[in-house]
């Protein structure tokens, strides 16, 4: 069974930092993608980042470039993404999703239960 | 404001036909498969459809999808109480460096 439990979500002041993992179990996970997707309280979906199996081909947002960084630890089937210089606007529940082989072009066929970060002073 | 454009709500009586409207661009759904997502109240997105019309294991047949050009579209037959919820469309964007997108999503209410 495909398991994706994200972590390290929290209440973090505006311009601050966070760092969110994801374990994973249940398929082979150095195979496949794996993206990040949030959701705004009471929002609709938004892409954040996807990385490729090996780390080659990465992608973020527009809203997000320059400040998050995702990455993957295949030793350790985890995914991770650092959060920098958070803003309000930042506030959503973070979902871990298994992408396909490549990072575009993909659909996510499991999620995680998300990880709630809230941006606030 | 979402790339691609699902209408706000739908409805439907048990038992009808509910179909749910995604348009995009030449970009989007225009050069790339669609993929649906369900999200029922306070639970995680779960895949729906991919690749226009595929259904992954375990998804009623009473669930299809279609593309044509840059627009794309869920049928939902024989609706039942439990396919209230959330329904987003979603594709991969070869702008900017490629993204992915979703629509904002189209919550479907059975009356």
């Known amino acids: 069974e495909v398991q994706l439990v994200e972590s390290g979500g929290g209440l973090v002041q505006p311009g601050r930092s966070l760092r969110l993992s994801c374990a994973a179990s249940?398929?082979?996970?150095?195979?496949?993608?794996m993206h990040w997707v949030r959701q705004a309280p009471g929002k609709g979906l938004e892409w954040v980042s996807g990385?490729?199996?090996?780390?080659?081909?990465?992608g973020y947002a527009d809203s997000v470039k320059g400040r998050f960084t995702i990455s993957r630890d295949n030793a350790k089937n985890s995914l991770y993404l650092q959060m920098n210089s958070l803003r309000a606007e930042d506030t959503a529940l973070y979902y871990c999703?298994?992408?396909?082989?490549?990072?575009?072009?993909?659909?996510?066929?499991?999620w995680g239960q998300g990880t709630l970060v809230t941006v606030s002073s | 404001q979402s790339v691609l454009t699902q209408p706000p709500s739908a409805s439907g009586t048990p038992g009808q036909r509910v179909t749910i409207s995604c348009s995009g661009s030449?970009?989007?759904?225009?050069?790339?498969?669609v993929n649906w997502y369900q999200q029922l109240p306070g639970t995680a997105p779960k895949l729906l459809i991919y690749?226009?019309?595929q259904r992954p294991s375990g998804v009623p047949d009473r669930f299809s999808g279609s593309k044509s050009g840059t627009s794309a579209s869920l049928a939902i037959s024989g609706l039942q109480s439990e396919d209230e919820a959330d329904y987003y469309c979603?594709?991969?964007?070869?702008?900017?460096?490629?993204?992915?997108?979703f629509g904002g999503g189209t919550k479907l209410t059975v009356l």
């Open positions: 999703a298994k992408g396909g082989i490549a990072v575009a072009g993909t659909h996510f066929d499991y």
């Open positions: 249940g398929f082979t996970f150095d195979d496949y993608a």
């Open positions: 990385i490729s199996w090996n780390s080659g081909s990465i």
């Open positions: 030449s970009s989007n759904i225009g050069s790339n498969t």
């Open positions: 690749s226009n019309n």
């Open positions: 979603a594709a991969w964007d070869d702008s900017l460096n490629g993204r992915g997108v």
